[in-house]
């Protein structure tokens, strides 16, 4: 059974770097074509797909946020982890981790429940 | 790539049909497989987004098969038959023939 959960702080200060972890279980990291994703939601908005993490250590970010973005994984810990610097109120949200399929293509199949950040001094 | 869903919203009664639209910017046609790339997912208030269908019409494993995906290039369709109480959701078109870009989201309403 495959499960994501996102963790890390509920409230930052603008220009602060904000850093979320996903912790995972019931897939690998090392698994052919595997991948985690972040997507995040605006209160009452849509969904922007944030980064994307694979199996072999490669790295996609939106093109949108490149500059502000990193996302690295720990294989051991089962964890991936997304920074995103100087943090302003627009980027107040909720934040999902979610797991792409080995199956070519980049869509999520298993999604967190997310975790709200709120950007605000 | 933009995707653009219509309607934004549609109140369809117990047992009738809904139709939601999608259409991108682009073709999303991956010529190494032949399939586009366009997922749908469902959303309900305090959920996180749920996989429905992907690759354009494969519904993904346990989805009810109400839950139709169809369309190809740039024009996609999510028709859900036989609409229950439990279909009122948001739903989004996602792309993923280039960086991942969601539709504006479709409220569907009983």
């Known amino acids: 059974q495959i499960t994501l959960k996102e963790s890390g702080p509920t409230l930052v200060k603008p220009t602060q770097t904000l850093t979320l972890t996903c912790t995972f279980s019931?897939?690998?990291?090392?698994?052919?074509?595997?991948?985690v994703g972040w997507i995040r939601q605006p209160p009452g908005k849509a969904l922007e797909w944030l980064a994307l993490?694979?199996?072999?250590?490669?790295?996609r970010y939106s093109p949108s946020l490149k500059s502000r973005l990193t996302i690295t994984k720990d294989t051991s810990k089962n964890q991936v982890v997304l920074t995103m610097t100087n943090m302003d109120p627009v980027d107040t949200g909720t934040y999902y981790c979610?797991?792409?399929?080995?199956?070519?293509?980049?869509?999520?199949?298993?999604w967190g429940q997310g975790t709200l950040v709120t950007v605000s001094s | 790539i933009v995707m653009t869903q219509s309607p934004d919203s549609l109140a369809v009664s117990l047992g009738e049909r809904a139709t939601i639209n999608c259409k991108s910017s682009?073709?999303?046609?991956?010529?190494?497989?032949?399939?586009?790339?366009l997922a749908w997912y469902q959303q309900k208030p305090g959920q996180p987004p749920r996989l429905l269908i992907y690759?354009?019409?494969t519904r993904e494993f346990g989805v009810p098969d109400r839950f139709n995906g169809s369309g190809s290039g740039t024009d996609f369709i999510l028709t859900i038959s036989n609409l229950q109480a439990e279909d009122a959701a948001v739903y989004y078109c996602?792309?993923?023939?280039?960086?991942?870009?969601f539709g504006q989201g479709t409220k569907v309403e009983i």
């Open positions: 979610a797991h792409r399929p080995n199956n070519y293509g980049d869509y999520f199949d298993y």
């Open positions: 019931g897939f690998s990291l090392t698994s052919t074509g595997v991948g």
């Open positions: 993490i694979y199996w072999d250590d490669d790295k």
């Open positions: 682009q073709s999303l046609l991956y010529r190494s497989n032949n399939k586009d790339c």
């Open positions: 690759w354009a019409s």
């Open positions: 996602q792309q993923y023939y280039g960086d991942e870009t």
